[in-house]
């Protein structure tokens, strides 16, 4: 069955029926069970590929050795076993993959993400003016308080190029840490990897479960898909479906809301057809494989690009004048007033994702467009299948595998070991041949060849009847295999060839000879990652897809907003506070910075942390570096350091302009009263240049000050005798006015008594 089996999707919902749906449903199964990509041989593939990584013998891949002649040889002194050389190879590539650091960046792609960074740049710009005028204020000393910091306009924009980041992208940013947190998104990738390095394919499955964004990682060998050669990812494709085995009892819990009551009874009743669709598994314990307890039920799971009527109706908005456009379901009538206002309805065909379920080959349920509808903001056509996944090699041949490249040298690899032991086996060294008759009597032969790997020493009986001494009777023959110096030399070479295919040297693993110089490794080292840089960067690009779908599934998930507390990797919490339309209406994109280059990045710069401490950088700032698996994070933390470290000089620099400012003052200072003493000095010596000059008149000086003494005695005794004169006059004016206040005041008591009426 082919593709031309396929009911046709365009139709309205309303000619989607039952049977239509159904029909749907088993087509794309058939088609996977006939396709090229399908069946027990790929399921088989792959199995083996699990079952070498895992050290698994399948003895008939070694049939040519072990049964060259078409029968098998017992009693052999050698038995074939494995000896692993894949296992290594990829755990490596597992523990590399784990210490890479999974640095993502949110960005906003609206249409008006471009004009709200310009409108944020103007804002900042005019609040540093309102600063700047401020400052000039205080100079001129009409406002109090203190100069704060202005950034030129340049320096602005310069920090918005590189530092900006849209308030819508930090919410994104802080939902999809939120989603990896509560989904082990980690531990899943991980998971993941290891399918992609084992069986070259890895798939996953992203959805809505319970109002929350949902992920799991799917085993390869339950996924079938389109087969497009020119597909990249299987969420771009146009069908997958993903096939289990499990017991009734999980069927009823995960489906009850769908199935009834006979069906669940038919789920539980045992069928014995040969021809039915399920599979009968036995557990070790239970050999019979008609036992109903031990029956697993196929449920696959169908995902499918149907088509669906939509208008595109555009329309005048009636407050704001603007042309809008919106897309109306299938069946939708325009009202007789849009018509009237000039609105116009063009319909066209788009893209809708469908899913459907078939239970035990019979029950079909959840036939219906998915409710996580992924499209584009730009294209409603474009949808995403929920199911997503990528191959390892898909360049017009089939796919393989690190593990697949590596089973012929495993083969090799057992078959030189196995060749190697049957060699040590019959290695026998120098052995010396006797005469059976030369062994003693009633000796048996245990007896004599105790002595002779026990001592060394071979007794011989010459008394023996029939004994005679004979050179001949003795020879010596070498029974060592030169060959076992060369199946090790062949192992080595087969190591040497499946490290250099895989790229994964010895040196990559440790292995470091002590005559290989550190730059000769570091180089084979740097060579060996070109070869396995591609596998991460494959599985980089299917992680970013995984990401931005989870980030898409959550705005369906969280439709009235979430607001809830998680744990950072770093064991910081954080806040996730979501409004429910503004996260509805962001378009958010989701860029992965290259694994590779991030890791190099942050060794180099971890082996800078000595000359950063030297360097003034704090100790806090080197532990957070430490701790962190970002560049952009740590480069942004040193920026910080940075940026402290210049206003810490800054300041240092203005104290110790200060001091020496303060320094050239007090010199100053010192320097002018060194000045005013030699002026007093030479004052003095004026002085005493005056008091020697008039020495040599001593006579007259002292005539003079005696008539100058005699002159201000006098002057002071009239003085003193006017000043007498003066303070009596004083004395007899304050005496009259008293007597004259005495004799006022005793008129006043007379005029008083005169005046009193008398009693009658």
């Not at 744990?567 to 996260?583: A, K």
């Not at 910075?593 to 000359?611: C, F, M, P, T």
């Not at 002018?672 to 003095?684: A, I, L, Q, Y």
């Amino acid at each position: 069955m082919g593709y031309d089996k396929i009911p046709r999707q365009k139709l309205p919902l309303s000619k989607k029926t039952k049977q239509w749906r159904e029909d749907c449903v088993e087509a794309y199964i058939d088609l996977s069970n006939s396709g090229r990509s399908s069946g027990n041989s790929r399921k088989d593939d792959l199995q083996a590929l699990y079952e070498y990584y895992n050290g698994v013998i399948d003895e008939t891949d070694y049939n040519y050795v072990l049964k060259p002649y078409g029968k098998s040889r017992s009693n052999f002194p050698s038995q074939l076993r494995n000896y692993p050389i894949i296992k290594p190879i990829v755990d490596l590539l597992l523990g590399e993959k784990s210490k890479r650091p999974l640095n993502f960046t949110v960005t906003v792609q609206n249409a008006d993400a471009v004009s709200m960074k310009e409108q944020a740049k103007i804002d900042v710009i005019y609040q540093n003016f309102q600063k700047q005028f401020s400052n000039e204020l205080i100079k001129n000393g009409n406002f109090k308080g203190d100069e704060q910091e202005v950034e030129l306009p340049q320096q602005i924009s310069d920090q918005f190029e590189s530092s900006y980041v849209d308030n819508r992208a930090i919410k994104g940013q802080q939902a999809i840490n939120y989603i990896m947190h509560s989904q082990e998104i980690h531990d899943k990738f991980q998971k993941a990897w290891s399918h992609f390095l084992i069986a070259g394919e890895v798939y996953t499955h992203r959805g809505v479960v319970n109002n929350e964004p949902f992920y799991d990682v799917l085993n390869p060998i339950d996924v079938d898909f389109d087969l497009d050669p020119d597909l990249d990812f299987v969420e771009d494709g146009d069908w997958a479906l993903v096939r289990k085995y499990v017991h009734a009892s999980s069927v009823i819990d995960t489906y009850y809301d769908y199935l009834s009551e006979q069906q669940v009874l038919e789920l539980e009743e045992p069928r014995h057809s040969e021809s039915d669709s399920y599979f009968l598994y036995t557990n070790s314990m239970n050999k019979d494989a008609n036992s109903y307890r031990n029956r697993l039920i196929e449920v696959t799971q169908v995902y499918w690009k149907s088509r669906k009527r939509v208008g595109f109706l555009t329309y005048v908005d009636q407050e704001s004048g603007a042309m809008e456009e919106q897309i109306v379901e299938d069946g939708f009538k325009m009202p007789l007033q849009m018509k009237e206002s000039g609105a116009n309805l063009e319909w066209k065909w788009v893209n809708e994702v469908w899913e459907g379920t078939r239970i035990d080959g019979r029950v079909y349920i959840k036939i219906h467009p998915i409710v996580n509808q992924r499209n584009s903001i730009d294209n409603p056509s474009v949808c995403k299948l929920p199911v997503n996944g990528i191959r390892y090699s898909n360049l017009n041949s089939k796919n393989i595998s690190l593990v697949k490249l590596g089973i012929p040298y495993q083969l090799n690899y057992n078959i030189y070991k196995y060749r190697l032991e049957l060699a040590i086996a019959k290695s026998k060294d120098i052995v010396a041949s006797f005469d059976i008759n030369m062994i003693p009597k009633k000796w048996d032969m245990d007896k004599f060849m105790y002595y002779v790997e026990g001592s060394g020493i071979a007794w011989v009986d010459y008394n023996k009847e029939g004994m005679q001494l004979n050179p001949q009777h003795q020879s010596v023959m070498d029974m060592s295999i030169k060959t076992i110096e060369q199946y090790i030399t062949l192992l080595e070479s087969i190591m040497q060839e499946w490290e250099k295919l895989s790229g994964v040297n010895r040196q990559r693993q440790g292995q470091v000879g002590s005559y290989e110089g550190k730059a000769t490794s570091q180089q084979a080292i740097v060579q060996s990652s070109h070869i396995t840089e591609d596998l991460f960067r494959k599985f980089n690009r299917m992680e970013q897809r995984d990401l931005q779908a989870l980030l898409d599934y959550s705005k369906e998930a969280w439709l009235t907003g979430k607001k809830t507390m998680y744990v950072m990797p770093d064991g910081t919490t954080d806040f996730l506070d979501l409004e429910s339309m503004s996260h509805m209406e962001s378009n958010y994109g989701i860029f992965l910075s290259d694994s590779g280059k991030e890791q190099d990045k942050l060794e180099a710069i971890k082996q800078l942390s000595q000359s950063m401490v030297q360097n003034g950088v704090p100790a806090s700032t080197i532990t957070e570096m430490f701790d962190s698996d970002s560049f952009t994070q740590i480069k942004h933390k040193i920026k910080l350091a940075e940026r402290a470290q210049k206003e810490l000089e800054a300041q240092q620099q203005q104290a110790q302009q200060q001091l020496e400012e303060a320094k050239i003052a007090e010199e100053s200072k010192k320097r002018e009263d060194e000045n005013m003493n030699k002026e007093k000095d030479r004052e003095t010596q004026i002085k005493v240049a005056m008091i020697h000059a008039r020495d040599n008149d001593t006579n007259a000086q002292l005539n003079l000050a005696k008539g100058m003494r005699e002159l201000d005695i006098k002057e002071r005794e009239v003085a003193i005798k006017a000043q007498d004169s003066i303070d009596k006059a004083e004395t007899n004016r304050q005496t009259a006015t008293i007597k004259r206040e005495e004799t006022k005041s005793k008129e006043r008591i007379a005029k008083s008594k005169n005046n009193k009426p008398s009693a009658k």
